[in-house]
Each structure stands twice: as structure tokens, then as C-alpha cells.
């Protein structure tokens, strides 16, 4: 028999294609009469994407600290999943989430080297009963995806990303943690090939999310 809820959440360096996969995955899904919501990390709620905003482009005089940041973005999830993620869940609703937990373990563990059993406690806490069932890891060598960022970031006006500026061995570090956590958690994270075009990747994400439907 076919599940109704689902939660499938989406991983990757930067600029790995993951919105785009997920736009796509959302028609599909409604095509075959599926209820789908579409989210966000940091964000989905008002309040969470205030946090969004000064985890992302925060410029004051006082710099943003790592445990602050880290707490910004566990208190920006803490009122993603109960109130959005949970009710969505509860309803039937399939839930496609661009960035998750993982990306916690991913920046703020590995990238800043923050202490990842504490960060891990932190991630239960801040998910409570909203566990992934799938999560797609969008996997590319990091100078491809800031590339593509890059070029997107072009078009937009007083682009500033925080996180997106930091130097390359962090971004290094972040790719080889969320390949650690796939080693890890097979059963639940599937790694593509980014670097893939949009059309077969998106092949390849039917597939799994068909598999997780049955
Ligand atoms: N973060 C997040 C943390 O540090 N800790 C956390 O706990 C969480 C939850 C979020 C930032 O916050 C950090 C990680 C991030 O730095 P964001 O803007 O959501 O910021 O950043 P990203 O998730 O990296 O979003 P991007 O939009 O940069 O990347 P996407 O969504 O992976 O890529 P997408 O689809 O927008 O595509 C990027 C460009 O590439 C093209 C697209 O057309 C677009 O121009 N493209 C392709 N080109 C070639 N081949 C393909 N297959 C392509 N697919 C897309």
C-alpha cells in the first residue's frame, strides 16, 4: 500500500542544484494527485526566516559567533518542525525541505568545528518527532557548485551570503561531512551526482522518491 506522508529532505554544498530538483519533484508528485509542501532551512516560518536573514547576511561591527550561529539556526528548526513540518506531516502532506539537520552537522560541526555530540543533541532536540524518511544528497566538487552560485549571484543585486563566503576548505570540509553522514546513514541518505544535467538527475531523484513511495 502507498504511504501518504513523507519526509524527504534535500542536502548538498552550495549551489548543488537542490531547488531546482525540488521545484521539479513537486510537479511531478502533484501530477499524480499527491499534496506536496515545499520548505526551507533556515526558514519556513516568519520567524525563522527573520533568523534566516541574519544568519545569512548579518554585516553589524559584532561579529556573529559560531555557537550563536548555531543556536540561530537550531532555534530557526526548533519553529520550523512544530509549526509547520509536524502539522504538514500529520496531514497526509508529502514534505520536500531544502537543507535540514544534516547541513547542521555539515556547517556548523564539521565547517566550523563546533563539538558534534552537543550539536547532535541539539539537532534531536530542535527536530523532535520530525525525522527524515529520505534524504537526497546532491553531491558536486565544491568549486563546481560555487561556480554555479557565483553566476546565479551575478544577477542579483547587494548579493552578500555569509556562509557562502567562507573560505574553500570550509566548503571542503562540509562536502566530505555530508558524504560521512551518507556513509553513515545509508539507508536514509542517497547520494547523486550533481554535476549530472538537470534532466537525468531528476531521473534519478524519481526513482528514489518512487522507491520510498511503495
Ligand atoms: N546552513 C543551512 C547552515 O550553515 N546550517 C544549517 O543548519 C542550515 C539549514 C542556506 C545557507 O545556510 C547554510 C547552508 C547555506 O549556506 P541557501 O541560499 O538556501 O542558504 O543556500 P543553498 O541551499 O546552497 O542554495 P543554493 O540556491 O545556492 O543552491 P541549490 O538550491 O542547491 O541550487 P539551485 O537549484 O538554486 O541551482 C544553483 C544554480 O545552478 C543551476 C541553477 O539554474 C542555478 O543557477 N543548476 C544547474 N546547472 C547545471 N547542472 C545542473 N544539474 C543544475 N542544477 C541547477
Known amino acids: 500500500m502507498e ?44 520567524l525563522a526566516e527573520d533568523f534566516r536573514n541574519i544568519v545569512k547576511h548579518y554585516q553589524g561591527e559584532e561579529p556573529l559567533y559560531p555557537a550563536t550561529e548555531l543556536l540561530l539556526f537550531e532555534a530557526a528548526r526548533a519553529q520550523h518542525t512544530r509549526y509547520v513540518i509536524a502539522p504538514a506531516l500529520a496531514a497526509g502532506t508529502i514534505v520536500l525541505c531544502d537543507r535540514f539537520a544534516d547541513s547542521t552537522e555539515a ?3 564539521a565547517g566550523r568545528s563546533l563539538d558534534m555530540d552537543f550539536l547532535q543533541q541539539l539537532n534531536n532536540f530542535a527536530m523532535a518527532e520530525c525525522k527524515p524518511d529520505l534524504t537526497l544528497l546532491f553531491d558536486l566538487p565544491v568549486e563546481v557548485g560555487m561556480e554555479r552560485a557565483r553566476a546565479r549571484a551575478a544577477h542579483i543585486v547587494d548579493h552578500n551570503d555569509r556562509l557562502e563566503a567562507e ?7 562540509v562536502r566530505d561531512s555530508f558524504l560521512a553522514i551518507a556513509r553513515r546513514e545509508p539507508q536514509r541518505v ?6 549530472m544535467s538537470i534532466e537525468e538527475l531528476f531521473a534519478a531523484v524519481k526513482v528514489l522518491v518512487d522507491n520510498a513511495l511503495s
Request: hydrophobic share 30%; proline share 5%; aromatic share 10%.
Open 190 to 195: 542517497k547520494v547523486l551526482d550533481a554535476t
Open 3 to 46: 504511504r501518504r506522508s513523507l519526509f524527504i529532505t534535500f542536502e548538498g554544498p552550495e549551489g548543488a542544484g537542490k531547488s531546482t530538483q525540488i521545484k521539479l519533484l513537486k510537479e511531478y508528485l502533484e501530477s499524480l494527485g499527491k499534496t506536496v509542501l515545499i520548505t526551507r532551512e533556515p526558514g519556513g516560518t516568519p
Open 107 to 109: 556547517y556548523q560541526g
Open 167 to 173: 573560505k574553500i576548505e570550509f566548503h571542503y570540509r
